[in-house]
């Protein structure tokens, strides 16, 4: 069983924010950097709860952002519940994923510093995973990427097999825990959750991402989540 025998409000979703933004450069986790009249993870948690199917929100956070985390929460009108980080975003997933309500079959993961995602994308990642056991929101590449080793490029991919992966993420949570068992007892370290999906054969879905779903990581970044939540309010 999943999300599909459930009502519309059915899916469970973890947010990992347990980072310390350390290329954002400031002094404390960049999630609590304001942005307009709110902090970045306020914007995320706003939108996940504005989406018409996520029951259940898990927060993946290091303990010493706890009371913040939970003076933000205060102001919510969802309760999230609040787990212990680790020292990558994997373990921090990983504590997640053994934190989420015995009965979950299914699981959205999410990052806090994407801040922009809509609730419609919220909706569309929880629609897919009724189908598939694992899939991320992602879109196609524009730039040319090329492949450098030491300053020289070795090769050019065909950009049309390109697509730039985000969050959410959604999985079976029982393969998803059997990959995360795997990744450790092998030591695999990798930067999102499908990839562990793809190391043990398994297959993901895209779902069609948006491009305005930034990762917030640098100052840069933060300016240009400014203009577009601006350019949202004025309409
Ligand atoms: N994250 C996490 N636990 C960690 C590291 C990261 O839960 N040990 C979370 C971050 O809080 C963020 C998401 O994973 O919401 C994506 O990570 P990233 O954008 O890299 O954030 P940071 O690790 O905080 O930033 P940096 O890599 O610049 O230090
Ligand atoms: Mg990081």
């Known amino acids: 069983m999943n999300c599909s025998l459930n009502f519309e409000l ?8 347990a980072g310390s933004g350390r290329r954002m450069g400031s002094d404390r986790n960049k999630l609590l950097l304001p942005l307009l009249d ?6 995320t948690l706003e939108s996940v709860i504005a989406s018409s199917s996520i029951s259940w929100i898990g927060v993946i956070a290091q303990p010493n952002d706890f009371p913040a985390f939970e003076q933000i929460f205060s102001s919510l009108k969802s309760p999230i519940t609040l787990i212990k980080g ?4 994997q373990e921090s997933v990983f504590n997640g994923l053994k934190a989420l309500p015995e009965s979950s079959q299914s699981v959205l993961i999410h990052d806090g510093a994407r801040c922009l995602a ?3 994308l919220f909706n569309r990642c929880a629609e897919a995973l009724k189908i598939y ?7 196609q590449v524009k730039d040319t990427i090329k492949i450098v080793k030491d300053g020289n490029v070795e090769s050019t991919p065909d950009r049309n097999y390109l697509w730039a992966a985000q969050t ?3 999985f079976s949570v029982k393969e998803l825990k059997q990959a995360h068992l795997q990744a450790q007892a092998l030591n695999w370290s990798v930067t999102d959750d499908a990839a562990l999906f793809e190391k043990i054969g398994l297959p993901v879905q895209i779902v069609m991402g948006e491009e305005t779903n930034l990762k917030i990581t640098t100052p840069q970044d933060l300016a240009i989540a400014e203009f577009i939540l601006r350019q949202r309010i004025k309409k």
């Open 133 to 139: 056991s694992g899939l991320i929101a992602a879109i």
């Open 38 to 43: 709110k902090t970045i993870l306020q914007w």
């Open 168 to 170: 959410p993420q959604g």
């Open 10 to 17: 059915s899916c469970k979703l973890l947010i990992p924010a």
């Open 86 to 89: 680790g020292e990558t975003r």
């Open 118 to 120: 809509t609730p419609s």
